[in-house]
């Protein structure tokens, strides 16, 4: 009985040493992970900086309205040329 009883756990202590080993081998894949996605992440929120850099300097009234004039050949219209529709 005492030969079980020891084999049993014997049995019950290697397989909780290899759970052990299984968990902390899967929480160092996890926080590799985890660091990756937070780079990831970090170098988008720069990226949407960046961009949103960008489009308020492209959105600027004065640059609009520049590249209409010059590049598009556009004018404002004459105050006899706008017509207001009402609802």
Same mark, same amino acid.
């Given at each position: ?32 992970? *985890?660091?990756?996605?937070? #780079? @990831? ?7 949407? $900086?960046?961009?949103?850099? +960008?489009? /308020?300097? *492209?959105?600027?009234?004065? #640059? @609009? ?7 598009? $050949?556009?004018?404002?219209? +004459?105050? /006899? ?7």
């Amino acid at each position: 009985m005492s030969r079980l009883l020891l084999i049993v756990l014997l049995a019950c202590t290697v397989a909780s040493a290899i759970g052990v080993v299984f968990v902390r081998h899967r929480h160092r894949q996890t926080f590799i992970e *985890l660091s990756r996605a937070e #780079r @990831v992440r970090d170098d988008l929120n720069i990226e949407f $900086g960046r961009l949103q850099l +960008e489009q /308020a300097t *492209l959105a600027e009234s004065n #640059r @609009v309205d520049g590249i209409a004039r010059d590049k598009l $050949g556009m004018k404002f219209p +004459e105050a /006899a040329d706008v017509v207001v529709v009402r609802p």
